[in-house]
């Protein structure tokens, strides 16, 4: 019985050698998904033919691309990407299984994925499950061994647009319908669909400071980092008014990232304008920063492509040193406002493209960033801007 289970040891390892990197970990039986037809259909008529992975349905929104080698599962959990197809330039997705504790929020934001390799079989101690399993609990579809190189070119050539991936529906007929009925991300308010229904607290009631955060789609990563800097966070529902927020007397206010238009915001705008009029300290992430842009009396634009990845180099102009930076936004500030504008000056600009990535609020405590230090994933470089805040609220 030994010998018999020793050699099935054996074989098992050298017929699973090809599908895993560790031979410590149990290796997880290949599924059957893989061998399920699956289509990518583009708003401009391009279809991509894969193989289905994760639930079997269909799926829509706007299709965007992220260039980072690793943080999948803080991507799929980012608040930002609610109603984006996502594609991962990174060939490999899943390996490394999933752990509950890496998200960024508490279930899957994205609306559905397209990658080159969606595999089951993970190989490391602090994965809870497979990237398949996790899918199926929280029912998102996805399309895999689809030519993401040349998907991605295409998308960036182009430019943004919708797409819908189907696993139930092979008919292009039926599916460009159902395509034409999704909306353009432009003009959509999205933050009261992700934010907390409820008012919350974050981290330890002892703290030296208080924060309100409006929640537009916050990641749990800036929250941590206000706790690590003994900060306590009191987090607000998207709509919260100055004046609600206000009542808890926080020291100073921050405003989330998150998904949509900015100028599909008004209420948040008017919010941001009315700490403003009051001096209070605040700082802005992303969504945060273009609606402090807004409240300003710049407008924001919808980006040909926007900026997604973990390598993204910006110029803090102020300091005059690099950052290489976490991204993941499709809308802007426009640059022109910004450089006349007589209320707001660039602090950061993106090394790229020259687009504009930080701005502070002239006379103000006020300033905010269109990338960010959070990370999560991505590089440590821009934390101290969380220093920088939390220097204003003593
Ligand atoms: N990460 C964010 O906050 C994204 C902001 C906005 N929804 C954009 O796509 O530009």
Redesign the pocket.
């Known amino acids: 019985m030994a010998i018999r289970g020793l050699c099935s040891f054996f074989v098992n390892l050298l017929v699973n050698e090809t599908k895993s990197t560790s031979i410590f970990l149990p290796l997880q039986p290949m599924s059957t998904f893989e061998k399920i037809p699956a289509i990518l259909l583009l708003e401009d008529g391009t279809v991509y033919h894969g193989t289905a992975a994760g639930k079997i349905g269909t799926t829509t929104g706007e299709i965007c691309f992220n260039t980072g080698m690793t943080g999948y599962q803080e991507i799929f959990t980012?608040p930002?990407y609610y109603r984006q197809i996502m594609v991962t330039t990174n060939a490999h997705i899943g390996n490394y299984g999933v752990n509950s504790e890496e998200v960024e929020s508490e279930s899957v934001k994205i609306a559905g994925l397209v990658c080159k390799n969606f595999t089951a079989n993970y190989s490391r101690m602090m994965a809870d499950e497979s990237i398949q399993e996790y899918y199926l609990n929280e029912s998102v579809v996805a399309i895999s061994n689809v030519d993401t190189r040349a998907l991605v070119r295409h998308i960036r050539d182009k430019g943004a647009m919708n797409g819908i991936i189907s696993s139930e529906v092979l008919d292009i007929d039926q599916l460009r319908k159902m395509l034409a009925e999704v909306p353009s991300?432009a003009g959509l308010e999205?933050s009261s669909e992700v934010s907390t229904k409820k008012h919350y607290f974050y981290g330890n009631p002892e703290a030296k400071y208080k924060v309100a955060v409006l929640d537009?789609?916050v990641k749990k990563n800036i929250l941590r980092n206000f706790d690590n800097r003994d900060v306590y966070a009191k987090v607000f529902p998207a709509k919260t008014t100055f004046k609600e927020m206000q009542e808890w007397n926080p020291d100073g206010y921050f405003i989330?990232?998150?998904?949509?238009?900015?100028s599909a915001m008004p209420y948040a705008i008017e919010t941001v304008k009315e700490i403003l009029a009051a001096d209070k300290p605040l700082f802005g992430?992303?969504?945060?920063h273009?609606i402090l842009a807004e409240a300003n009396g710049i407008s924001?634009y919808k980006?040909h492509n926007?900026h997604r990845g973990l390598n993204h180099p910006v110029k803090n102009i102020i300091k005059n040193h690099c950052e290489v930076t976490s991204q993941?936004?499709?809308?802007?500030v426009n640059p022109d406002e910004v450089r006349k504008s007589d209320k707001v000056e660039i602090t950061h600009l993106n090394l790229n493209d020259q687009t504009i990535e930080g701005i502070r609020v002239k006379g103000k405590k006020a300033f905010s960033v269109q990338y960010?230090p959070e990370s999560s994933p991505g590089p440590h470089d821009s934390r101290y801007l969380f220093d920088d805040f939390v220097a204003m609220l003593a």
């Open positions: 980012d930002s991300m999205l537009l789609g989330s990232n998150g998904p949509g238009d900015p992430i992303c969504l945060g273009q924001t980006m926007g993941n936004h499709g809308f802007g960010h």
